[in-house]
């Protein structure tokens, strides 16, 4: 058996030379620790996500965005159970990992504490926040660790699909009459900067980044990404002619990059302390789901045990 240092050594040149590390290779606890806290906060992100959305499900304004929407959440649901199943892969048990959400020990994104008030709001989510979640989510598609970086690939080909829907939809209102466009920029407005707001603190504020970045599990700082998403967002807007809530927002010919305002920090660190405007509405909503469902679960693990028995 080898000793930690030499471990560690060789773990280190792993990650230097660009190697995938997999659930059975030997890793620093920390590395083991710092994946399960981001993977099962984005896993409760996917799942919390659903909720602003599903709000919307029986009011779709026809047959056809109704189909889409109830596919879109599908989706997410489906996003949150590939990424337990990849923290499990760590040795996480999924019950105590749910078990922190619902006691507001974990967090999850921000951008979910915010209320969906008009359908233009399922076009700015599609557009803006799968739009930020593909930015963010193509850069873990090479990350350090297989089972993660493999999840982010299907998970990305599956957003691009929910981006353009709403980008339609935002589209789609744009051509209306003055009401719906005006509901449409409204939206913008309101969604604009909390997006900007899911891609975590600025780079000096931002406790985790230097040691995610060292380990490649963040291949790009939280800044990079944001300004990112931005330069890729903006012509988007300006062609089905939306305009974004800064008056400091402008492109800047020499350094080829949209420069932004000041983004309210205060207000991110208060949803981040659960005092966002949904904040208890989507924690109640996601226990009540879990009391609820508790029968299921026992059914199925009753039915999986008396299989087991009659097949032994
Ligand atoms: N919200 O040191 P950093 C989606 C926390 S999925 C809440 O910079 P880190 C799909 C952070 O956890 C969206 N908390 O942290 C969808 C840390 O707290 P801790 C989710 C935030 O980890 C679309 C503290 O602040 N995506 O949208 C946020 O290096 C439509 C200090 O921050 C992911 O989770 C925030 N926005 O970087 C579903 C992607 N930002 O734990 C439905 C994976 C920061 O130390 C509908 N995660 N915090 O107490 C990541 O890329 C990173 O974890 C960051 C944060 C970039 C989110």
């Known amino acids: 058996m080898e000793d930690i240092p030499a471990l560690e050594k060789k773990f280190e040149e792993k990650i230097a030379s660009g190697i995938v590390i997999e659930p059975k290779d030997w890793m620093p606890e920390r590395y083991r620790k710092q994946l399960i806290r981001m993977m099962s906060q984005h896993a409760h992100s996917e799942v919390v996500g659903m909720l602003p959305e599903g709000n919307w499900v029986t009011r779709a304004p026809s047959l056809r965005r109704k189909v889409g929407l109830l596919a879109k959440v599908q989706d997410e649901a489906g996003h949150g159970l590939y990424i337990y199943s990849a923290t499990e892969t760590l040795g996480a048990d999924r019950a105590k990992l749910v078990d922190d959400l619902h006691t507001g020990k974990a967090k999850y994104s921000s951008i979910f504490n915010y209320p969906t008030l008009t359908w233009a709001d399922i076009g700015a989510i599609g557009w803006l926040v799968d739009g930020a979640a593909i930015v963010n989510q ?13 999840a ?9 699909f929910h981006n353009k829907q709403g980008y339609e939809i935002l589209a789609s209102l744009m051509k209306g009459p003055p009401e719906q466009q005006k509901m449409a920029q409204d939206s913008i407005n309101r969604w604009w900067w909390p997006c900007l707001m899911m891609f975590g603190p600025s ?13 490649k599990v963040k291949r790009y700082t939280n800044d990079e990404l944001r300004q990112r998403f931005i330069d890729r967002t903006i012509p988007q807007a300006e062609h089905i002619g939306l305009t974004m809530p800064d008056p400091d927002l402008k492109y800047n010919e020499t350094t080829r990059h949209y420069e932004f305002g000041e983004i309210n920090w205060e207000e991110f660190n208060q949803v981040i302390k659960g005092n966002g405007p949904c904040n208890y509405e989507r924690v109640h909503a996601r226990k009540d789901a879990d009391e609820k469902g508790l029968w299921v679960r026992e059914a199925a693990e009753a039915y999986a ?8």
């Open 203 to 215: 780079d000096g504020a931002s406790p985790n980044s230097e040691e995610l970045m060292r380990w």
């Open 305 to 312: 045990k008396k299989k087991l028995t009659m097949n032994s």
């Open 138 to 150: 193509t850069a873990l598609a090479k990350c350090s660790y297989g089972p993660y970086a493999r």
């Open 152 to 160: 982010m690939i299907r998970i990305c080909k599956e957003e691009s």
